[in-house]
């Protein structure tokens, strides 16, 4: 069965340092999304993206991060001067179909990032 | 804005016993409704979702959701837990409002679900 994949599996950095975590969507889908869970709190929408561009994004999505398809498969979030507050888990998601509204978003296992 | 709420912070239920996880929603218009699992150290795991049609939908590892229009709730539930139901639950909904919307998920902040044996 399909799945999203995502790399690394956990990442520690120092504060003000990028980071780039990587996902691997599903190869046939079309929407693709990173959510964040700041330990003991809900999970998050950060942005979604469709046909190479930002379709939405929270106000969580500042000017430090960014999204990027870089070829047909990986979908990337920089974070270029991580802080603190920066530190959770990371998901990524991704849907198919033309109904956006209605498909099944599927998760990856995540990136936990711990910034010290 | 649309949103959902997961009452109980945790549940706990004995193995065999049936399994019932709440979630009420508030959207502005059709509502489109989710039930997602988290084991530790895990992604999240889609389980089933309303959309339109039958009330009662059936999902994954034999769980299902009612859904219901006039107490704007979607349970979910399983007729006899197992241990290894044990994990975080989320209940979301697809926040559609503003013409720039996308379908993001609006999360409920999860239940915990303890099944002893």
């Known amino acids: 069965e399909p799945e999203v994949t995502q790399t690394p599996s956990h990442q520690v950095t120092q504060m003000g340092q990028e980071v780039i975590l990587r996902c691997v969507p599903i190869s046939n889908h079309l929407y693709f999304y990173w959510y964040r869970q700041i330990l003991g709190q809900k999970v998050e929408f950060l942005v979604s993206f469709y046909n190479n561009e930002i379709s939405e994004k929270s106000e969580i999505f500042d000017d430090q991060f960014s999204v990027e398809r870089p070829d047909g498969s990986n979908f990337t979030l920089k974070i270029r001067s991580t802080k603190l507050e920066d530190s959770a888990m990371y998901f990524c998601?991704?849907?198919?179909?033309?109904?956006?509204?209605?498909?099944?978003?599927?998760f990856g296992p995540g990136t936990r990032l711990l910034v010290l | 804005a649309q949103s959902v709420a997961q009452p109980e912070d945790q549940v706990n239920v004995a193995e065999g016993n049936p399994l019932t996880v709440k979630c009420t929603y508030s959207?502005?218009?059709?509502?489109?409704l989710f039930w997602y699992v988290q084991y530790p150290n895990r992604g999240l795991q889609f389980l089933l979702k309303y959309i339109t049609g039958d009330n009662l939908v059936k999902g994954s590892y034999g769980f299902e959701a009612e859904f219901n229009k006039s107490q704007t709730s979607f349970h979910l539930k399983k007729p006899s837990a197992l241990v290894s139901d044990s994990a975080l639950y989320f209940c979301?909904?697809?926040?559609?409002?503003?013409?720039?919307?996308?379908?993001?998920?609006?999360f409920g902040a999860g239940t915990q679900v303890v099944v002893t044996p």
């Open positions: 998601a991704s849907s198919g179909g033309l109904v956006v509204f209605q498909e099944t978003q599927y």
């Open positions: 959207v502005s218009g059709n509502p489109y």
């Open positions: 979301a909904v697809r926040d559609i409002e503003g013409a720039d919307s996308w379908g993001k998920l609006q």
